[in-house]
């Protein structure tokens, strides 16, 4: 159970916006829940709320605070951020380009 990377993930794309523990436990908890491994919301929770709170005590730290209580985001100044968006932009291809089909059905009327 990686909860970190989920969490990261999520908070990466929530953007300058950041999200909620509330929010942010409901995506790990949805990430991390299947059938045959099931995990309760009230640990998930707690491991969200006490991960955020200890990334961000510092203000170098890969979490940061917003004006608004209880809401975290990606803190844009620090060097492991820019490092993690970087590594988080190399992997989205640029352009996806539509794939071209030749129409090779046979005609009902011929």
């Known amino acids: 159970m990686d909860y970190d990377k989920d969490i990261i993930e999520v908070l990466v794309e929530a953007g300058e916006a950041g999200l909620s523990v509330q929010k942010i436990a409901r995506h790990v908890y949805n990430a991390s829940n299947t ?6 919301y009230e640990d998930i929770h ?12 510092c203000p170098n ?4 605070k917003t004006e608004t209580r209880g809401i975290y985001r990606i803190n ?5 951020s820019q490092q ?7 992997d989205v291809p640029d352009k996806i380009e539509p794939v071209q089909y030749e129409d090779q059905s046979l005609s009902l009327f011929d």
């Open 35 to 40: 059938f045959f491994n099931t995990v309760r």
């Open 76 to 80: 844009g100044k620090s060097e492991e």
């Open 46 to 57: 707690r491991y969200v709320l006490l991960y955020v709170k200890k990334h961000s005590k």
């Open 84 to 90: 993690l968006l970087f590594q988080f932009q190399e």
């Open 61 to 64: 730290s890969m979490i940061e």
